[in-house]
């Protein structure tokens, strides 16, 4: 083999070997993810918060949570704020608040109420606005109006230029007559008003697939809730994150390939105190890989 051939040849191997060598790094990159940023969801710390809410949140941002979701509270969802306030004071401690739980029930049929509600929204810049709770319906056509009702507000949320969602609990996981009222909402929403978030606890607490969901759903889902929980008494009970049933590397590789794209913690029982459990759940969330 002449030099000529010989470096040619070499160049290739080490060309090769490096191509190689990225490749691996590349497949542990995409083997190893991250969720980043992830945020928390305020109702956590519904016993803390209205007495300081600023003091609350700065807590809570140098905790690692970089974006907030939050519910009407006392003062309503910005906390006695103005949404310019709120916004100043969230950029200052480097937060979005990208979405707020609101009250649905009460305003849904109030068009001012609900006016009032998205204006709010939207001047303190979120981006959604969501429905927290309905409650089991014992009848088809009672979700059927709850479909209708949630087209019609989604419609109007919708105009403002925000997304409007539903977020489940483990009651529309659980069969009526053999089928499911989530997947009922969701084939009889329109897309273009209504999307959802998954709570990751309440769907595994009703025994459902929460991988098998997303791959038949997973569109329709753009936030979600990371909560964990175990079963004394025949009940379920929230613990620190990884520390109770919900199996969440599987969970969140399965939400991360849907079209899920804001990752909340959300924690509503503690084993000490509500400020310590979410401490230890943005250090899990730091460490977790994917």
Not at 159 to 176: A, R
Request: net charge negative; proline share 4%; aromatic share 10%.
């Amino acid at each position: 083999m002449n030099r000529r051939n010989f470096v040619k040849q070499t160049g290739l191997l080490t060309a090769g070997a490096m191509a190689l060598s990225h490749t691996n790094l590349m497949a542990h990159v995409l083997n190893s993810r991250s969720i980043n940023p992830f945020g928390v969801q305020l109702y956590s710390v519904r016993d803390v918060l209205p007495k300081d809410p600023k003091m609350v949140m700065r807590q809570l941002a140098k905790m690692g949570y970089r974006q907030f979701e939050s519910y009407s509270g006392p003062e309503g969802f910005l906390w006695g704020l103005s949404p310019k306030e709120m916004r100043s004071f969230l950029n200052d401690i480097g937060v979005n608040m990208v979405s707020t739980h609101f009250n649905y029930m009460e305003v849904a049929n109030k068009p001012d109420k609900l006016k009032k509600n998205i204006e709010m929204a939207q001047e303190a810049g979120l981006k959604y606005l969501l429905c927290p709770y309905i409650g089991a319906q014992k009848t088809w056509d009672d979700w059927k109006r709850i479909a209708e009702q949630l087209n019609k507000v989604g419609e109007q949320v919708n105009e403002s230029g925000l997304k409007f969602g539903y977020h489940n609990h483990d009651y529309s996981f659980k069969p009526l007559e053999g089928e499911l009222p989530q997947d009922y909402l969701i084939e009889n929403t329109d897309p273009e008003f209504v999307m959802f978030e998954l709570d990751l606890c309440w769907i595994d607490v009703a025994g459902v697939d929460t991988a098998l969901h997303l791959q038949k759903y997973g569109n329709r889902y753009e936030l979600c809730h990371i909560k964990d929980y175990t079963i004394i008494n025949g009940k379920p009970h929230q613990n620190d994150l990884g520390q109770g049933n919900v199996d969440i590397k599987k969970t969140l590789k399965a939400a991360l390939e849907s079209n899920i794209r804001y990752f909340i913690v959300e924690q509503e029982e503690y084993p000490k105190t509500s400020l310590e459990s979410l401490a230890y759940d943005a250090t899990y969330m730091k460490e977790l890989q994917l």
